[in-house]
């Protein structure tokens, strides 16, 4: 049976479209393919890199955990230095405390027998004789202060402070240091204690007595860690250190000063000091 031509090319036509369709939809079958080895590509060079990353952070865990180490083992090492420097002070402290204590009590005994023959002389006594009475106070006199007594410290801080830096400041060692030590033992929570406990050590580091100064800048460093001398007790601590041939632990404490307060002069000097260590 023959179909009549009408209908044949109906039927060639729908052929035809399910063909196109085919090929249609196979191409894009194609596209999505690509796309997706694409997002595959890509995804695995991400997890490429990430590994290479995880591996780097890895390293710099490691090396910074060896730092870490090394640098715990060098504070150890220094707190037992210092602990040492410690013993070695009170061993000498106690020596010339005994010494002192002998020569302040002859030195007493010698200025008070040259106080009273100036009194003596004073008021025309004869050595050994009763002195004259001397005449009642009127209404509202005060008594004269007499000289080096309490009455002649100063009364307020600041002053005691400022007293005992311009005896610093005009070399007078001795003097800055007993006032220093009186501002600290009076007023041990006023603004200034940082700055007296740093010129404290300063008068040992200036004669030279550089265990006594490393106690004391660590005095600074520990007990006000927030004042503005950290940096300088450290600077100074250092050279301490160098001073009595110790470059080791010299060149540790300026290595912690740089990492601290990169930006300071301290820092500036202390990089310049470990140069010339090397």
Do not use: H
Request: charged content about 30%.
């Amino acid at each position: 049976m023959q179909m009549s031509k009408p209908i044949e090319k109906l039927l060639f036509a729908a052929l035809l479209g399910v063909l196109m369709l085919g090929m249609l939809g196979g191409c894009s079958i194609q596209e999505d393919i690509v796309r997706l080895d694409m997002r595959l590509a890509s995804l695995e060079s991400t997890q490429a890199e990430l590994k290479e990353t995880a591996a780097r952070a890895e390293t710099e865990n490691s090396q910074l955990r060896t730092r870490f180490a090394e640098i715990q083992a060098g504070m150890d090492a220094l707190r037992a230095e210092l602990n040492r420097v410690r013993g070695r002070v009170e061993e000498t402290q106690y020596a010339l405390d005994e010494k002192l204590a002998k020569a302040n009590s002859e030195a007493e005994l010698a200025r008070l027998e040259a106080r009273v023959r100036q009194i003596e002389a004073y008021l025309d006594l004869q050595p050994g004789e009763a002195p004259r009475p001397e005449p009642a106070l009127g209404r509202g006199e005060a008594a004269a202060p007499v000289p080096g007594s309490a009455a002649e410290l100063p009364e307020t801080p600041e002053a005691l402070y400022q007293a005992a830096k311009r005896d610093f400041d005009r070399g007078a060692y001795e003097a800055a240091r007993n006032g220093f030590q009186q501002f600290l033992e009076r007023y041990p929570k006023d603004p200034n204690a940082d700055n007296a406990r740093f010129w404290l050590g300063e008068t040992y580091y200036r004669e030279q007595w550089y265990e006594k100064a490393i106690l004391e800048y660590q005095e600074v460093i520990e007990n006000y860690p927030d004042g503005n001398k950290v940096p300088a007790s450290l600077l100074k601590q250092g050279l301490a250190f160098f001073n009595l041939g110790d470059k080791g632990n010299a060149r540790l404490i300026l290595k912690e000063l740089i990492r601290k307060y990169p930006d300071s002069n301290e820092a500036k000097i202390a990089r310049q000091k470990i140069k010339g260590m090397n």
